[in-house]
């Protein structure tokens, strides 16, 4: 996984590395873009969980527009929104966001899924994890994963002097 800011257009509002991974590991939900199967754009708001190295899991319904596009399409771009701060009276906003590069895989083997979805309880329902976990394994044949290997990204931010 390569953080580079290297091509970010305005060098002034590079976010840092630490930052960037602080908003990977605890934001809810991100964006994922591809191209459809007519080569229009498409984009989903996803939740999604880190592995805390180079993998995002989301998890689906193993059918659909999204699946249909992923199986024909192994790259998406992955958004990830920080804090943002709309400042009104001065018509400007202030934020954090990052932009990941990907290779798309659909995990077949159940100890990763259930992996992944182990990390998904634990971001999102931490304090219901055994009963989450029982549900993960009951659901389990209904479930896609699928995984995100982060091949680069790039961070920024305004901040608005006060």
């Given at each position: 996984m390569i953080f580079d800011n290297s091509k970010v257009r305005r060098q002034d509002r590079l976010l840092d590395e630490a930052r960037a991974r602080e908003?990977?590991?605890?934001?809810?939900?991100?964006?994922?873009?591809?191209i459809d199967l007519d080569g229009k754009p498409y984009g989903v708001p996803v939740n999604f969980v880190w592995d805390g190295d180079d993998a995002i899991y989301i998890h689906c319904a193993p059918e659909g527009k999204k699946i249909d596009i992923l199986e024909c399409y192994d790259h998406v771009s992955f958004c990830?929104?920080?804090?943002?701060?709309?400042?009104?009276?001065?018509?400007?906003t202030e934020y954090e966001s990052i932009i990941l590069d990907c290779e798309v895989t659909i995990p077949t083997y159940d100890?990763?899924?259930?992996?992944?979805?182990?990390?998904?309880?634990?971001?999102?329902?931490?304090?219901?994890?055994?009963?989450?976990?029982?549900?993960?394994?009951?659901?389990?044949?209904?479930?896609?994963?699928?995984?995100l290997d982060i091949l680069s990204w790039s961070a920024k931010a305004k901040k608005v002097p006060r």
């Open positions: 908003i990977l590991a605890s934001a809810q939900y991100g964006y994922m873009s591809m990830v929104v920080g804090n943002v701060n709309l400042l009104p009276g001065q018509f400007t100890e990763e899924r259930l992996h992944a979805l182990e990390l998904i309880v634990k971001k999102f329902s931490p304090q219901h994890f055994d009963t989450g976990m029982r549900y993960a394994h009951k659901s389990l044949p209904r479930t896609c994963i699928v995984r």
